[in-house]
C-alpha cells in the first residue's frame, strides 16, 4: 500500500516537474515578468514607507516594521505572482501550449498547477527573504505566531496563483494582461491592508475591507509578527483566507479558458 501510494506521489511530482521547468525557462527569457516579478516587490515597500511614516501608528499598536513587513509579502502575492501568473496563463494559452498539454497525461489541475509552481516558488522565496530582512532593519524580532504568518504566506500564494488563473480566462492577449490584472492590483494594495492597514481606516470601510480576498492573509501575517490577534480573531481570519484560497480554486478550475481568444 505505502509502495502504491509512494508510485503515485513520484508519478504526479514527474508530471508536474515537466510544465514546470518549461515554464521557468519561458519566465527567464521575458525580461519584462522579470522585472515586475524580482524588482517591484523589493522597492515598492520602500517607498511606500513615507506615507506609512506619517500615520499615528503607536495608537493603533503598530510600528513601521509590522506595517512594511506585510506590505512587503502583498506586494509579492500581487507582482511576484499574480501579475506574472496572469501574463504567463494568458501567453501559454495563445501559444496553444496549454492546449497541446491537455492532450498528454496531464490533467487540467496538474497544468495549471506546474505553471505556476515557478512563479510560487519565486514568491514564496522573495516573500521570506523580504520577510527576514525587515525583521534584522526593522528590529522587529522573531514572530509571535510564526504559524499565523505561515498560514497567511501559503494562502496568500494560493489565492493570488488562483485569482490569476480566473482573470486570464477573461483576458485575450499578453500585451492585455497588465491591463485586465490592474483592479486586483489597485483594490488589493488599497484595501487589504498592504499599502495602509486596516486599522487605519474608517471603521465601516475596514469591515467592507476584510471581504478582499487577500485581506484576511495580510491579516494572518500581520497577526502573526504582532500576536495581537485573539483566538478568536485568529479563527476568522484563518476561516476567510482558506475559504478565498478554496472558492478561488474552484472558479479557477470551472472557468478558466483553455481556447485562445482570437
Request: hydrophobic letters at 50%; proline letters at 6%; a positive charge.
Amino acid at each position: 500500500m505505502s509502495g502504491t501510494a509512494l508510485s503515485i506521489g513520484s508519478g504526479a511530482t514527474r508530471r508536474l516537474g515537466a510544465p514546470a521547468r518549461a515554464e521557468l525557462t519561458l519566465l527567464g527569457r521575458n525580461k519584462g515578468v522579470v522585472f515586475t516579478s524580482l524588482i517591484v516587490p523589493l522597492t515598492l515597500p520602500f517607498t511606500a514607507r513615507q506615507a506609512i511614516g506619517r500615520l499615528e501608528l503607536e495608537k493603533l499598536g503598530l510600528s513601521v516594521g509590522t506595517v512594511m513587513l506585510p506590505a512587503a509579502v502583498g506586494f509579492t502575492f500581487l507582482f511576484a505572482v499574480y501579475a506574472s501568473l496572469v501574463n504567463a496563463y494568458v501567453a501559454r494559452r495563445e501559444e496553444l501550449v496549454l492546449k497541446r498539454l491537455r492532450t498528454g497525461e496531464l490533467s487540467d489541475p496538474e497544468i495549471l498547477t506546474g505553471t505556476a509552481l515557478p512563479a510560487l516558488g519565486l514568491g514564496l522565496a522573495q516573500a521570506l527573504l523580504l520577510c527576514a530582512g525587515c525583521t534584522a532593519l526593522l528590529r522587529l524580532g522573531p514572530p509571535q505566531a510564526p504559524h499565523l504568518a505561515l498560514l497567511g504566506l501559503l494562502a496568500g500564494l494560493v489565492t493570488s496563483a488562483a485569482l490569476a488563473a480566473l482573470t486570464a480566462s477573461f483576458t485575450r492577449s499578453a500585451e492585455s494582461a497588465q491591463v485586465t490584472a490592474l483592479p486586483v492590483v489597485f483594490v488589493s494594495m488599497l484595501g487589504s491592508g498592504i499599502m495602509f492597514p486596516t486599522e487605519a481606516m474608517p471603521d465601516r470601510l475596514a469591515r467592507i475591507c476584510e471581504f478582499l480576498p487577500l485581506s484576511p492573509a495580510i491579516r494572518l501575517v500581520r497577526g502573526g509578527w504582532t500576536g495581537h490577534l485573539s483566538a478568536y480573531e485568529a479563527l476568522g481570519a484563518t476561516a476567510a483566507a482558506l475559504a478565498w484560497a478554496a472558492v478561488a480554486l474552484f472558479a479557477a478550475k470551472r472557468w478558466f479558458r483553455w481556447e485562445p481568444r482570437r
